[in-house]
């Protein structure tokens, strides 16, 4: 496979990173995730405004050509230069400092690269996969505007994720520090309960994601559901008729069991056509 590495195609075993690289030393980086179809990035300007903007939290200079047009380009030269232009892709961007400085660094200019990965297929589909799940509670997410970018300190979600490997768990549910809950290991988190539906808001330090941000733009709109951003206690988990998360590759997962509780998939397969919709994937 080939990548792109500050612009320039290269054999992905080619592309290597200096030791002194701050992401690798520091985690002074971040990345973004999306899903490419027949040439085509899904959500798109909504991916591009979220990447500059983390890079403006984190204080990163912008360099003068990135452009929505510029990287578009770049990350559709380089699902060409793979033969997958006609496929469904996953495609990841890693941002990072440039090299200099320890905790405080030199210069805040910054070097990238983008590579890909083929996926099964085009549009976003429900599985009727057993999926349970458990609450991790060693560690906290703290709330803030850091934790809801996608930069590459992800400790908590790494070991959230080996607990649920190590006790035969699918993922886990994230609090903060008011033990609220979060999101999952890998993406935001929707509770159902009769017509409403609920998801912990931004400022409770969930990520700020994009197909969070596209639900809710159809929720918004939807005349059979009312959908609160509100604080979510733990135990408002046992009380939901459903569960699921969202996220840029999977589109919907829904949980099937938290505990001793077991819920449905409808309202998720229903909205799940939606976001096909949304994302223009029948017109592919």
């Not at 985690?27 to 899903?35: I, V, Y």
């Amino acid at each position: 496979m080939k990548v792109s590495f500050n612009g320039n195609l290269l054999p992905s075993d080619e592309a290597t990173l200096n030791l002194n690289n701050r992401g690798y030393n520091y985690g002074d980086s971040l990345f973004e995730t999306m899903r490419v179809i027949n040439s085509k990035i899904m959500f798109w300007e909504t991916h591009y405004f979220r990447l500059m903007s983390s890079m403006r939290i984190l204080r990163m200079s912008i360099p003068m050509d990135f452009s929505p047009e510029f990287l578009e380009e770049k990350i559709i030269e380089l699902v060409k230069a793979n033969d997958l232009e006609s496929s469904a892709v996953r495609v990841k961007i890693n941002i990072h400092r440039e090299a200099g400085g320890y905790y405080t660094p030199e210069r805040n200019s910054i070097g990238y690269f983008i590579s890909v990965k083929p996926l099964d297929g085009a549009f976003f589909t429900i599985s009727d996969d057993p999926y349970e799940v458990e609450l991790y509670k060693d560690h906290y997410v703290l709330s803030g505007m850091l934790s809801t970018i996608k930069s590459n300190n992800k400790l908590v979600n790494i070991l959230a994720g080996i607990y649920a490997k190590e006790n035969g768990f699918d993922n886990c549910f994230l609090i903060n520090q008011n033990k609220s809950v979060l999101e999952m290991t890998n993406g935001n988190v929707f509770i159902i309960k009769g017509e409403e539906i609920k998801t912990p808001p931004l400022s409770d330090g969930c990520l700020n994601g994009i197909i969070r941000k596209q639900l809710i733009e159809i929720l918004n709109k939807s005349e059979d559901f009312t959908l609160k951003e509100e604080t979510v206690s733990p135990f408002e988990l046992q009380k939901a008729d459903e569960i699921f998360f969202t996220n840029a590759i999977q589109g919907i997962q829904p949980i099937t069991k938290y505990r001793k509780k077991s819920y449905t998939n409808t309202v998720a397969r229903n909205l799940v056509g939606k976001l096909n919709a949304k994302a223009r994937l029948v017109d592919i």
